[in-house]
Each structure stands twice: as C-alpha cells, then as structure tokens.
C-alpha cells in the first residue's frame, strides 16, 4: 500500500490513532496508574516516618507537603493524559464514520444539478448493508442499491479515489443508451423538457430535462454540442464483453453483483459509459443530504 493511498484513506488513519491512544488508555488504567498508586503510597510512607521522628523530637512538621508530593507522583505524564482524552473523541468518530454517516465534499461537476462544486454532504452507510471498516466487507445485509439512488463508491481504475453518480442499472437490467435517451429493459425512459440550465462555473446554458426512470424521477442536463457517446474514451474494463458499443449507441447488461452508473450532468461525466461497472464491494453508501455549501446557503437539503 503506497503513501498515497495510506493519506486518502481517512478511515485506516482514524483506525490507526484509535488503537494507538486505546492502548495507551487501557495500559494506564490496568498499569501505569497502579504503578503510580505504587510510588505513591512508598513515598508516603517514608515522607509519614520521617514525620513522626521529627515529631518525637520536638521538631514541627508541614503536612502540606504530603498532598503535593502525593498529587505529583499520581498526576499522568502529559503523552498519558492527551491520549486518554484523545481516545474517546476518536472511536466515536470512528464508528460515526464506519456504520452511520461518513462526510465528502464534492470536488466535480458530473453530477450537476443535483449536486455542484462546493456541495458537503452526508452518506449513510449502513442503507446498503453494514461494512466492516478499510476491508469495506460486508457482514450484515440490510438492502440493495435502487435505480435512481446517489451513490458513493470506489472508483474501480484506482481504489483511492471515491466517486459519486446515480444507479441507472442494477444486477441483471439491459441499459441503452441512444441519442441521449436511456432505455431500462426495453422500456424507453420517459423525459420532460424543463427551462435551460445556467452552470455557475462555466457559464454555460445546458439542456434540462427530467428523467423518470422505473423508481424515480430526478433532473438531468445535456449538452447541445457534445456528442452522446466518445468511442476513444472507452476503456477495456472488466465484463466489457457485456457490452455492445457503435457511434452512437451502446447497450449493456449489468453483471450480477455489479451496477451502473451514470452522472446527472450526462455531457460532461466519467462514468459507466466510459470505465465500466462498480462491483458491491466497491460501495461505499448512499448519499442523501447536502448538509453546507458555503458559497450557497441555500443548497442545504436533501438529495434527489
């Protein structure tokens, strides 16, 4: 595993910092305490005999000293005390992030208009099934991603990367994509042309439609001068022989256990067309609300 991976893994950073600081927790509560206990009651012994020898001759003795010298020896190192506090506040973020919500930041425009550049979102990650953590293995079922879900995943070309596009098929479905029009299982998806939309980055008017795939209906955009498909950017990926691509047209039959995807922002997307299926393993969850964009309060909301 290189050094790049190991730095855009959050979650092995956080398991790492989580053992390190538990360790250190447990070790002091069951050993580094006890021996402090220890010196502790060894100096105080001595620091009471000598006491009652000075009090036996007549000299004054300052019991003040024996709490200082008893709350020096029992205080905790400072390498001690940081991880004490530091443990708790890490394994709660830790499992927050591994079985409930997990945070990204948009970093690209293919998903525009349902999510910019900018966008802070929240995934659930236990929507799709619980996973064990770094393994991203998953050890209870709880459901399946539907069409029409946004779903984060492990981009197959390099696992360090995680991506973010809509289910359009799931194991078993017939996708076609024609003339910038989807056909799901021989069923031609039914569109409704909307207003131009403005993209803030560009400033670009794109076409607006909505699109009502079988389980859901969410807004897409296509380009006037783009073509629907580019040939030349087409990958061998894995279960490419499930494909069937010509100038303007491809049609694909999603393997089992796999699914595929594509950006909102259809024109101008890297996706399934392009390098291929997302395997169940490489599904991260399912993202449902943008919870900060600061350059636009109002993005604040749920995902469609």
Excluded at 259 to 265: H, I, S, V
Excluded at 291 to 296: E, P, R, T
Aim: charge should be neutral; charged fraction near 20%.
């Amino acid at each position: 595993m290189n050094l790049q991976v190991i730095l855009s893994n959050f979650a092995l950073i956080l398991f790492v910092a989580m053992v390190l600081t538990g360790v250190i927790w447990f070790l002091d509560i069951f050993y580094f305490a006890r021996q402090r206990r220890l010196a502790a009651d060894t100096a105080l012994v001595a620091f009471d005999h000598r006491n009652a020898t000075l009090a036996a001759d007549g000299i004054k003795t300052d019991n003040a000293s024996r709490h200082a010298i008893e709350a020096a020896l029992l205080r905790q190192p400072t390498w001690i005390e940081y991880s004490g506090s530091f443990f708790p506040v890490i394994a709660l973020v830790f499992v927050l992030r591994s079985f409930l919500y997990e945070p990204f930041k948009i970093p690209s425009s293919s998903m525009v208009p349902t999510l910019v550049i900018g966008d802070l979102i929240l995934v659930n990650k236990f929507t799709y099934g619980v996973r064990l953590p770094i393994l991203n293995k998953k050890i209870i079922e709880v459901g399946d991603p539907q069409r029409g879900d946004v779903m984060v995943f492990k981009y197959p070309k390099d696992l360090a990367q995680d991506y973010i596009k809509r289910v359009i098929g799931v194991p078993g479905d017939k996708i076609t994509y024609e003339n910038k029009r989807l056909t799901v299982n021989d069923k031609p998806v039914q569109y409704t042309s909307m207003d131009d939309y403005l993209e803030d980055d560009s400033l670009e008017y794109h076409q607006q439609f909505t699109e009502n795939l079988p389980d859901s209906s969410h807004r897409i955009l296509n380009s006037k001068n783009k073509r629907a498909l580019d040939l030349g950017s087409v990958d061998n990926f894995p279960h490419r022989e499930a494909c069937v691509y010509s100038y303007e047209k491809f049609t694909c039959i999603v393997p089992e256990g796999n699914y595929f995807m594509m950006g909102d922002n259809r024109d101008n997307s890297a996706d399934s067309r392009y390098w291929g299926f997302v395997p169940n393993k490489n599904i991260v969850g399912k993202a449902f609300f943008v919870w900060m964009n600061l350059g636009n309060w109002k993005r604040i909301g749920g995902i469609h």
